[in-house]
Every structure is written in structure tokens, then in C-alpha cells.
């Protein structure tokens, strides 16, 4: 599988024009990488990693840049490739999905294993050392980035409106957000 992704990657930069090639990385290569994204529970290392396989895709789309000047050719930085590929990078992609998510498993039923899975604490002795993230706990976190402050996201997400309001402003990348907002409309 890792060869056959190696291979589209590579012939994005030689086979197709820049436009397909950013339609083919937005619609196949990118929801590949990130399947099942709802559910994982990010470490920084696995963030830098998947930064970087993002900006080696785009710099194979994109390619080196002449400088007119000089008649040199130059690897492109991060912050150019970024105003080329006018779309989110992938972790805010992901993290876009991830906070859509919680919200189909607190409407759902008690009673269902998925549901209490999210919801309910663990029973028993917990192994030795630094306890893991939790899914829960990583919902938190991105509901205090977007500017919301509740501690109980699960009554917000049962309310659609709501939960739809504070998903968009969330997609959106502007800081003036709080989530007071939210919960007086």
C-alpha cells in the first residue's frame, strides 16, 4: 500500500499539471493518511510527522522555484507552500474532523457500547506511569483552542445548533471566537 502511495506521490510532480495534482492529493492521498482521524489521539511527534509528509507532497507538486534574478532554482519553505496550497494543511483538516465526531456519539443511546466507551470511567487499576491522553480530554483541549471554556461538551453537543456553530468557528482560524457566543443564542 505504502508503495503504491510512494508512486502516485512521485508522479504527482512529473505526469499531471498543478492543479490535478493538488485535486489529487485533497481528495486521495490526503483522506488515505488521515483515516479514521475522529479517533486518534495525537502526540506531538506524530503532529511534526504528519507536517512533514504534507510539505514533502506539496514540494513535489509544487516544485523548486527559479529566482529570476539569479537564474537559480530553490527549495520552497513552509510558509510558501502554504500560500500555494490554498486549502487547510492536514492537521487542521484533521482537527476539523475530530471535533465534528463527539457530537454523533453523544446523541446516540446509553446503551451503546461506542457511547460508553467515550463517556463512562474505566473500572480497575490503571497501569504504572504517565497516564495516556484520553479521547475525552483531547475534546477538551480543542474546545479551549477555539475559545469555549464548558466542561460539559456532551449536553453542548446534543444541542445541533449549537454544536454546528461552534464546529464552523472552529474551521475558521480567527481567536476573537468564545464560546459564550454559543451557549446564549
Known amino acids: 500500500m505504502f508503495a503504491a502511495i510512494r508512486c502516485r506521490i512521485f508522479c504527482l510532480s512529473v505526469?499531471?499539471?498543478?492543479?490535478?495534482?493538488?485535486?489529487?492529493?485533497?481528495?486521495?492521498?490526503?483522506?488515505v493518511v488521515s483515516y479514521e482521524c475522529e479517533t486518534w489521539s495525537l502526540t506531538l511527534r506524530e503532529e511534526w510527522r504528519l507536517r512533514v509528509f504534507e510539505n514533502g507532497v506539496l514540494r513535489r507538486i509544487f516544485g523548486p522555484r527559479r529566482i529570476e534574478v539569479t537564474g537559480e532554482w530553490k527549495k520552497l519553505h513552509n510558509e510558501e507552500l502554504?500560500?500555494?496550497?490554498?486549502?487547510?494543511?492536514?492537521?487542521?483538516?484533521?482537527?476539523?474532523r475530530r471535533i465534528k465526531w463527539p457530537?454523533?456519539?453523544?446523541?446516540?443511546?446509553e446503551r451503546r457500547d461506542?457511547?460508553?466507551?467515550?463517556?463512562?470511567?474505566?473500572?480497575?487499576?490503571?497501569?504504572?506511569?504517565?497516564?495516556?491522553?484520553?479521547?475525552?480530554?483531547?475534546?477538551?483541549?480543542?474546545?479551549?483552542?477555539?475559545?469555549?471554556?464548558?466542561?460539559?461538551?456532551i449536553e453542548l453537543a446534543e444541542d445541533r445548533d449549537r454544536w454546528r456553530a461552534l464546529v464552523s468557528a472552529g474551521n475558521?482560524?480567527?481567536?476573537?471566537?468564545?464560546?459564550g457566543n454559543f451557549l446564549s443564542s
Not at 103 to 109: F, L
Open 82 to 96: 502554504n500560500d500555494l496550497y490554498s486549502s487547510p494543511n492536514i492537521f487542521r483538516w484533521i482537527k476539523s
Open 114 to 153: 461506542l457511547y460508553n466507551v467515550l463517556v463512562e470511567k474505566r473500572e480497575g487499576k490503571r497501569r504504572l506511569g504517565r497516564p495516556r491522553h484520553r479521547w475525552e480530554y483531547n475534546i477538551k483541549m480543542e474546545l479551549q483552542e477555539v475559545g469555549c471554556g464548558v466542561t460539559d461538551w
Open 172 to 179: 475558521e482560524s480567527s481567536a476573537n471566537i468564545k464560546c
Open 103 to 109: 457530537a454523533h456519539v453523544a446523541r446516540m443511546e
Open 15 to 31: 505526469c499531471y499539471p498543478t492543479s490535478l495534482n493538488t485535486k489529487i492529493y485533497r481528495t486521495i492521498i490526503s483522506p
